[in-house]
Each structure stands twice: as C-alpha cells, then as structure tokens.
C-alpha cells in the first residue's frame, strides 16, 4: 500500500494530540481542519506534496473570502501540526501575507469586570474571574492549575504546564476570595474541581463566565480569552512595560501589545494586576 493520504491519518493524529494533552476543543478543531486538507489533496501522496502547494492552498481559502482570518491561522497550524508529528516533516510555510483583523478586538472594560464579579452566583465563579482577568492566565493553564501551585506567602501562581513555565502574582484584592473559596470546597488535587474532584472542563468554565457576563449586563462576547486580552490590554494603557506584560502572559512576541501601545515606557512600576491598579471597588462576595 503506498502512502496517499487517508482518513486513519485524522485518528492518528487525534490519538497524538491526546497524547500531548491538547485541549479537547483543539483537538476537535485540529481534526477537522485536517479533515477539509484531506480531502482536498485526497489524490495526491504525501511524498509529493510540496510546500507551495500547501501555501496555495491556504491562500486561495483567503482568497474566497469565505472564511475568518482566525480559522486560516487554526488551518495553517493544524497542517503543520499534522505533518510535524505524524511524518517528522518541517514545513516552510510562507507568512508574508500576514493574515490580521483589521479592527481592533474588543476589550472588556473594567466597569463591566466589577460587573460580573457582583453578580457571580457562588464564589468558585467569582474566583474564576478573578482568576482569568485579574492573573491573565490561558484558559487550559487555570484548569491545570493545582493547590500546590499557589504561594499564599508570596501571594504567586506558579504555571507549570505549557510551554511558558512562569510565576504571575495574584491580585490582592483576590486574596482574601481565594482562602475562602478553599475553606468553602476543599479543593483535593486542582484549584477548580468539579463534584468528583477532578478538574473543570474548559467547556464548563466558558458556560460560567458567559452565564455572569449574562448575569451582568456585558453585551460582548466573553470568553477566557478576552479576559486574558484585556488583562494585557488594560496594563498597556496604564503605561506598563509591555516586556513585563510578555513575561505575565507567557508570551514570545510582543508584537500584537506594541500595537497597541507602542510608546510603552522603558521605566515601569511593577503592579501585579489590573485588579489592584484600577479605581473601582471590588466587593467580597457573601
């Protein structure tokens, strides 16, 4: 049998991912983009595949229109995910065409955090916010995140999983919420457990926070990845290095701040978090 491609490479690669421990949504969303590559160089071999084939492939799918500049970006990782693990081959995919939103991304505004954190339905929501917003931390690091990771004394989170091993200070004004939620729910292995005691799903912490945002008020659509935007964005603003920015964030490029703030001053005082540098009161939760 000779090595065109065939579906049981999508099975291939899904067991791979999961072995990586990518989150369910990428793997789903790797797969399927897999799936369409598949099934548009169904006659060809893998051998003989080239990379400006695969470049032109990608960019006539820009060319239509049809799709969104992010799910070219999660196209283009996805094939070169796929052929980096399952046949050991580097791609060199051309990146000239720098594939943007021309609008600025929405930011949630601090008004609309204090929003959400009132009206949070229990204390494990609001420490969720808390935690999103207030440390900036990706959505798959909170998950991951164990008790033992917390610092109470030195008041930090400690990210071990993902490529960015990094330290990030919790808020003050989460600290107090945070002793008290692990009193309240006794939390055995990781921070934020479900029932049984195993650690939240991402699509479960999405629910919460689109639940309070809901709750609040807040038209946009909120997801841990705004929150995590904002985190940076509202820092930017305040006139924070963006080169600490990058180290909160776990960050390689600075790129996407010096967009939007690209007279960051180069002398910058250190606050922890936007929670403890912003003007509105944050309320404990009863």
């Known amino acids: 049998m000779n090595d065109l491609l065939n579906f049981s490479d999508v099975i291939q690669f899904r067991q791979q991912l999961k072995a990586l421990k990518y989150a369910p949504a990428t793997i789903r969303a790797y797969c399927c983009c897999l799936s369409k590559f598949l099934t548009a160089f169904r006659h060809k071999s893998i051998s003989t595949i080239t990379d400006s084939e695969i470049e032109a492939y990608i960019l006539s799918l820009l060319e239509r229109k049809k799709y969104s500049p992010s799910y070219i970006r999660q196209l283009r990782r996805a094939i070169i995910c796929f052929f980096k693990l399952r046949y050991k081959r580097n791609l060199c ?13 929405p930011v949630i505004s601090q008004a609309e955090i204090e929003a959400m954190l009132l009206c949070a339905n229990s204390l494990k929501q609001r420490c969720i916010i808390l935690f999103l917003y207030g440390t900036g931390i990706r959505l798959k690091e909170l998950i991951e995140l164990k008790i033992d990771d917390i610092d109470f004394k030195k008041q930090e989170l400690h990210i071990q999983s993902g490529s960015y091993p990094r330290s990030v200070p919790i808020p003050k004004k989460a ?26 799903s991402a699509r479960s912490i999405q629910k919460s926070i689109k639940a309070a945002a809901a709750k609040a008020g807040v038209r946009k659509e909120v997801s841990p990845r705004l929150l995590r935007y904002s985190f940076a964005i509202h820092l930017l603003r305040y006139g924070i290095s963006p080169q600490y920015v990058k180290q909160l964030l776990g960050i390689t490029s600075l790129n996407s701040l010096f967009c939007y703030n690209p007279y960051a001053p180069s002398n910058f005082v250190r606050p922890p978090s936007p929670l403890d540098i912003e003007t509105i009161e944050v309320n404990s939760h009863n």
């Open 93 to 105: 995919i051309c990146t000239s065409y720098k594939i943007r939103h021309k609008s600025t991304p």
């Open 175 to 200: 600290i107090n919420d945070l002793i008290r939620y692990c009193q309240t729910y006794l939390p055995k292995k990781y921070l934020f457990e479900n029932q049984k005691h195993e650690r939240c």
